[in-house]
């Protein structure tokens, strides 16, 4: 019965609590992988913390954009929006952090492997991406 609700939802554009609960799910070992590989950056560059500053805020707002339409409606696409520039502003820096390397883009087979992954803060995107759609679609029944 309640695998058909939430098809039921799915199809009439009701996800607002799932893409609430996905967010609130899915930052957490996000930013323990960010964590994790900007370590081993020694994070370097101020702009590395930012993605798991937002980490607890973004957490809550997803947590509580499954309890309250307002919050689903406000404070989760207010940081989701920043979560995604953060992922925005990430890809830019990883592109320059290979380009700065030994050989830049010219040593493609070593810098892309060994430098920070291009497109890794694209995850930041998306799961930004998430939370502003909440905002927008309707809740479930």
């Known amino acids: 019965m309640k695998l058909a609700r939430l098809l039921a939802n799915i199809r009439e554009g009701r996800m607002q609590k799932l893409f609430a609960a996905t967010i609130a799910a899915s930052v957490p070992p996000l930013a323990f992988e960010i964590y994790y ?3 081993k950056g020694s994070f370097g560059d101020k702009w ?3 993605p798991l500053l937002l980490t607890p805020p973004l957490t809550a707002a997803g947590i509580a954009g ?4 307002r919050a689903a409606r406000t404070w989760l696409p207010a940081l989701s929006a920043l979560y995604a520039l953060d992922g925005a502003i990430g890809v ?3 592109i320059r952090g290979v380009q700065k390397r030994p050989g830049g883009f010219e040593e493609p087979t070593y810098n892309l492997a060994m430098g920070p992954p291009l497109f890794a803060p694209g995850s930041l995107c998306l799961v930004g991406m ?4 909440a905002a927008v679609v309707k809740r479930e029944k």
């Open 92 to 94: 830019i820096t990883h």
């Open 48 to 50: 590395m913390w930012t």
């Open 130 to 133: 998430l939370g502003l759609l």
């Open 66 to 69: 499954v309890f309250s339409e």
């Open 37 to 39: 590989e900007h370590y």
